[in-house]
């Protein structure tokens, strides 16, 4: 891998025994509208890899089969296989996509397998370094037990197929009952400047050696708070998403970012934006938009 042409922000975390850059990407925007179909521009979405990988180093992506669906996967492969030694590939099985763009949960044991083997053949892997457990639904996390889903995981990890487990889209009850199943490495949820709900989970993980990975830095905001936001940006000559990743950034050493983007020049400011160094003031008064 060459040497990165811009300093990622956030440093390095380890997920089990795998180190990955705290600043990674998220492939979801990759993939056609609604995260349905072929990209309109392939060669630049394979350029954006192609920069996020090789160019800058960043070590961590995050992906799905259920992006396209297949996508995003495909696109990975085509632009990085055969992959660098330091990428990891985070991956996320538990739901699928329907002819009208829903995202219908798909958690049987049976659904889970076919998953599995699918983000394998598509990402052209023979193991998978991390595969994360889809849960709740498009409205965000709901109660119940996971055990059944997470048990038919850990049978895939236990057979060589899966390298660590995560959760997403999780409760804290959800959380305590997979590690009480089987070690987990990171928690896959939305988190942002407003919506601040996994606080108390997050310092419990940092605690824990646990990686905490949001996502929407800058979704469900109401107007007053993103009036708020673009203010403080405004008085660091900032935008409003730089803001959001550096202070995610700083929030605790264990989040991990995965912001998604099509433009490699938008890739770029975004990893510029999140090394944002916010003062004592700039972050008391970011953390009052989230009371």
């Known amino acids: 891998m060459s040497t990165p042409s811009l300093s990622l922000p956030g440093g390095t975390w380890t997920l089990g025994d795998l180190t990955v850059t705290r600043f990674g990407y998220g492939a979801m925007q990759l993939a056609g509208p609604w995260v349905m179909g072929p990209p309109?521009?392939?060669?630049?979405?394979?350029?954006?890899?192609?920069?996020?990988?090789?160019?800058?180093?960043?070590?961590?992506?995050?992906?799905?089969?259920?992006?396209?669906?297949?996508?995003?996967?495909?696109?990975?492969?085509?632009?990085?296989?055969?992959?660098?030694?330091?990428?990891?590939?985070?991956?996320?099985?538990?739901?699928?996509?329907?002819?009208?763009?829903?995202?219908?949960?798909?958690?049987?044991?049976?659904?889970?397998?076919?998953?599995?083997?699918?983000?394998?053949?598509?990402?052209?892997?023979?193991?998978?370094?991390?595969?994360?457990?889809?849960?709740?639904?498009?409205?965000?996390?709901?109660?119940?037990?996971?055990?059944?889903?997470?048990?038919?995981?850990?049978?895939?990890?236990?057979?060589?197929?899966?390298?660590?487990?995560?959760?997403?889209?999780?409760?804290?009850?959800?959380?305590?009952?997979?590690?009480?199943?089987?070690?987990?490495?990171?928690?896959?949820?939305?988190?942002?400047?407003?919506?601040?709900?996994?606080d108390k989970l997050i310092d419990r993980l940092a605690i824990e050696g646990i990686a905490y990975v949001p996502f929407f830095p800058l979704g469900g905001f109401t107007p007053l708070q993103s009036s708020a936001l673009s203010a403080v940006a405004a008085r660091l000559k900032a935008t409003p998403m730089s803001v959001a990743l550096a202070w995610l950034l700083q929030r605790s050493p264990n989040i991990l970012l995965i912001p998604g983007t099509s433009s490699t020049a938008h890739l770029r400011e975004n990893i510029a934006g999140a090394g944002l160094s916010l003062s004592h003031e700039d972050l008391t008064e970011l953390d009052d938009i989230g009371r």
């Open 40 to 198: 309109t521009d392939r060669e630049g979405a394979l350029a954006v890899l192609r920069e996020a990988a090789v160019d800058l180093g960043i070590t961590h992506i995050d992906t799905s089969d259920a992006y396209g669906p297949r996508v995003t996967n495909e696109l990975i492969r085509e632009a990085l296989h055969p992959y660098p030694e330091s990428l990891h590939i985070v991956t996320k099985v538990g739901a699928t996509r329907d002819e009208q763009g829903g995202w219908p949960t798909a958690r049987r044991p049976e659904d889970l397998r076919r998953q599995v083997h699918d983000n394998l053949r598509s990402l052209r892997l023979d193991v998978l370094d991390l595969v994360n457990l889809r849960l709740g639904n498009a409205e965000g996390p709901q109660p119940g037990s996971l055990a059944e889903a997470f048990e038919t995981l850990v049978e895939l990890q236990q057979q060589g197929l899966i390298r660590h487990l995560g959760v997403s889209n999780a409760t804290e009850e959800q959380v305590t009952e997979a590690v009480s199943i089987a070690p987990i490495v990171c928690v896959q949820n939305m988190y942002n400047l407003a919506h601040r709900h996994d």
